[in-house]
């Protein structure tokens, strides 16, 4: 069997994710198996929800027998962050119809990650690419999340602090983006912005007040540029 | 309940957080695909993606969903992977190598 160097690229580029989303997938799955349920429900909420705090937080909300309308408000807040993410890809987004659709679906902050800061290899179609990336994630993590809800609670925990490798992850790629912008200020910026929020502000608002502070800094730079460049 | 209530129930569980997230995804794409070429966008798709990295290693650090950290562990391993990343410019080995370090301290109970 041969493997194309497209999908080769994609398997070495997403493999961090793989063993970043099998753990917490898995993590929901057992989380989600102490409600009662089948399986397949925690493999239908991979499929069709795919986002994982918001089902961390869903399983919550299932155990309280929550009604929709509260789930509704809670996931819109907890996940509006990822408006912003939208907001900067919207040059950028290779794909024409369905594929561009389900790689809108498919916008976790990972996928987000390596989309923005991995360069599309030579020779490579950046559409094909950003698209197959963004489906192994969601396969990574439907997987983890089936395995966690079959096996349930027999599943042992071996592997302490694997989930690591998502911080790691977004150390790497933070550093690839710096070498790629050159510019050391935006990164001040954003680490004074995440300190700050990381003391003040509690867990579940903390990346949504960091992300709407950074994007009115960036406004108001945008802002004094323009009336520098009008007064000149 | 009973399974047929279980499973309207879940239903309308998956299908309400299915369609808010992908909302929260879909919203600039359904609103602003006419100013996708505005210069103001432009300048936040530079500048957003690499804050948008930072806030998030920096999250990690309150993120406790699968890891419990204190704070100097996880902060060590996080500079060994800036290293390894400095000095190879090699992602999986950075992130393998950051990663071994960290378990190994979790395991040791050191965490």
């Not at chain 1, 890809?89 to 498919?106: A, D, E, P, S, T």
């Not at chain 1, 599943?155 to 933070?174: K, R, W």
């Not at chain 2, 999250?59 to 400095?86: I, Q, R, W």
Request: proline share 4%; with cysteine; net charge positive.
């Amino acid at each position: 069997m041969t493997v194309s160097p497209l999908n080769a690229a994609v398997f070495r580029t997403s493999l961090p994710v793989l063993f970043g989303y099998l753990p917490l997938g898995a993590a929901f799955g057992v989380l989600f198996s102490d409600l009662g349920y089948h399986w397949s429900y925690a493999v239908a909420m991979g499929i069709f929800i795919y986002a994982g705090a918001g089902q961390f937080l869903a399983v919550g909300l299932i155990a309280n027998q929550a009604g929709l309308t509260e789930m509704a408000i809670a996931t819109l807040l907890l996940n509006s962050r990822h408006i912003f993410y939208g907001l900067s890809l919207m040059n950028r987004m290779h794909n024409r119809g369905w594929r561009k659709w389900y790689q809108i679906f498919g916008l976790t902050d990972e996928t987000y990650s390596l989309i923005t800061s991995t360069p599309v290899p030579h020779g490579i179609n950046a559409g094909q690419f950003h698209f197959r990336i963004t489906a192994m994630n969601q396969l990574y993590w439907v997987v983890g999340c089936g395995l966690g809800a079959w096996l349930g609670s027999q599943l042992e925990f071996s592997t302490d602090g694997i989930a690591f490798v998502l911080p790691a992850l977004f150390m790497v790629l933070t550093i690839e983006q710096y070498k790629h912008l050159k510019d050391i200020r935006p990164f001040l910026t954003a680490l004074l912005i995440g300190i700050g929020t990381l003391a003040f502000v509690s867990r579940d608002h903390m990346l949504l007040v960091a992300i709407l502070l950074s994007l009115s800094v960036l406004m108001m730079q945008y802002a004094s540029i323009n009336r520098r460049a009008t007064n000149e | 309940m009973n399974n047929l209530t279980t499973f309207w129930y879940l239903t309308g569980v998956i299908a309400v957080l299915a369609g808010t997230t992908f909302l929260t995804r879909a919203l600039p794409f359904l609103v602003l695909s006419r100013a996708a070429n505005h210069p103001l966008l432009n300048h936040l798709g530079r500048l957003l993606p690499p804050i948008v990295m930072v806030l998030l290693v920096v999250y990690s650090f309150k993120n406790d969903a699968a890891l419990s950290v204190s704070f100097l562990p996880e902060l060590g391993c996080l500079a060994l992977v800036a290293v390894l990343h400095l000095a190879f410019r090699q992602p999986l080995l950075s992130i393998v190598g950051g990663t071994a370090a960290y378990m190994t301290l979790v395991q040791m109970g050191l965490s």
